[in-house]
């Protein structure tokens, strides 16, 4: 006996499916749109939330602690500190600049003047002076506006130099070091190699005159008061240099000396990425959500438009199920297209904001190889609801209408 009931495979189904979408490409666009935009507006801010995450990742490892003091734990008057302090250091891994500095102590007749002969009472400030190491001041990271720093040479014969902050420098009138300008200390005359105008610490360099320690020792030979090691450290180093540094200056008694970490900043980091990713995930949900009801109402107005159509199939033996298929496999047909439009655009979006910031694009592969199933599932779940509608309508209904 012959079976008579009324069959489609899926072939079929693609085939028609197709040509519905085809047949119409401006409707199919439109009806598109919404899922375009849904899908766009998810890869784009899931990428800008990756995105986003490596560049305050980046961004806390640029500012990441990278500076370390190490000073005397138990301050008796003396220095504790081997006149090698540099040499000692540098040596260790991940130690950029290393040195020893201290303000020297002024009884008030250390205030420096621009002529031996100039009043102590026409500088309006006191002017601050600090012996310090080249390593030390290296360490400041600091950017000259005239002129060099002092270096190993000056440091081991104790020349009679000076390098000046900005501040100081104007309160003193040397605004050039190629005329060779000297200042005075206690009637000793040195000269400006240099001049400071900013640092990355330790801003009170410039407000200083900097000579070097072995030329304070010679000439002024005060008590050190404050005498500490600056290190300027490789980012991630600071807490390997502070274990390291006390048994390194003073291997016979470390316990003398204490070293300064400032905290890694990761906890804050984190919790800064993790606020920005939920952030940008829950603008995701949002547009993927108005991409799904935008093509849910699409659909199911192109359905109603289909009505005639739905009914003739129907009349001529079309079941249910068969128009409930098509129609969903339209939608996810529409909705693969839109994915795969959708994450395109997205990309080269992503691709255009961090370009124009200076980040680095970074974006999540399985984001991109799975945003077009993501277009497929919100058509496949947008087209639903309008194909059992439409599959529930009695032909005659349909046709009369």
């Known amino acids: 006996m012959t079976d008579l009931r009324s069959k489609m495979r899926w072939s079929d189904t693609a085939i028609e499916a197709t040509a519905a979408i085809t047949r119409r490409p401006a409707r199919t666009l439109l009806t598109a749109l919404g899922t375009i935009l849904g899908v766009a507006a998810f890869v784009t801010t899931t990428g ?3 995105t986003a995450s490596a560049q305050v990742s980046s961004s806390f490892d640029a500012l990441k602690a990278t500076e370390v003091r190490v000073q005397d734990a138990n301050p008796d008057g003396t220095n504790p500190f081997p006149d090698d302090v540099e040499a000692r250091l540098e040596k260790l891994n991940g130690i950029n600049h290393a040195g ?31 012996a310090a190491t080249p390593g030390a001041i290296l360490a400041s990271q600091p950017v000259l506006s005239d002129g060099t ?14 390098v000046l902050g900005r501040v100081a420098a104007d ?5 050039r070091v190629d005329n060779q300008p ?24 410039l407000l200083s005159i900097i000579i070097p320690t072995t030329t304070e020792h010679r000439n002024l030979n005060t008590t050190p008061n404050g005498v500490e090691v600056l290190i300027d450290t490789q980012p991630g180093a600071a807490a390997l240099a502070g274990r390291q540094a006390p048994l390194a200056l003073r291997p016979q008694d470390p316990e003398r000396l204490t070293s300064l970490v400032p905290p890694d900043p990761t906890t804050l980091r984190n919790n800064v990425e993790s606020d920005v990713t939920s952030l940008y995930y829950a603008l995701a949900a949002l547009s993927l959500l108005v991409g799904t009801i935008a093509i849910a109402n699409a659909t199911l107005l192109n359905t ?6 739905i009914g003739l199939r129907r009349a001529l033996g079309a079941k249910r199920s068969h128009i409930t298929r098509q129609i969903i496999l339209e939608a996810a047909a529409t909705g693969t297209i839109a994915g795969i439009i959708g994450t395109a655009t997205a990309t080269l979006v992503v691709a255009a904001v961090a370009a ?46």
Do not use: C, K, M
């Open 48 to 50: 800008l939330a990756a």
């Open 100 to 130: 020893l500095r201290y303000p020297v102590a002024d009884n008030g007749e250390l205030q420096p003047r621009n002529t031996a002969s100039r009043p102590l009472g026409t500088i309006t400030q006191p002017i601050p002076i600090i």
């Open 149 to 162: 720093l002092y270096d190993d040479f000056h440091q081991r014969r104790g020349e009679d130099v000076a």
């Open 171 to 175: 309160q003193l009138g040397v605004t």
């Open 182 to 205: 000297a200042v005075f200390i206690a009637n000793t005359s040195y000269t400006v190699v240099g001049i400071i105008d900013d640092v990355q610490r330790n801003p009170d360099l």
């Open 304 to 309: 109603i438009e289909r009505r005639p159509e």
């Open 356 to 401: 124009s910031r200076g980040w680095t694009t970074t974006i999540d592969p399985i984001i991109v190889l799975t945003a077009p199933l993501i277009g497929l599932a919100t058509g496949a779940i947008a087209g639903t609801l309008p194909a059992l509608r439409a599959a529930r309508v009695a032909p005659a209904t349909t046709l009369r209408g």
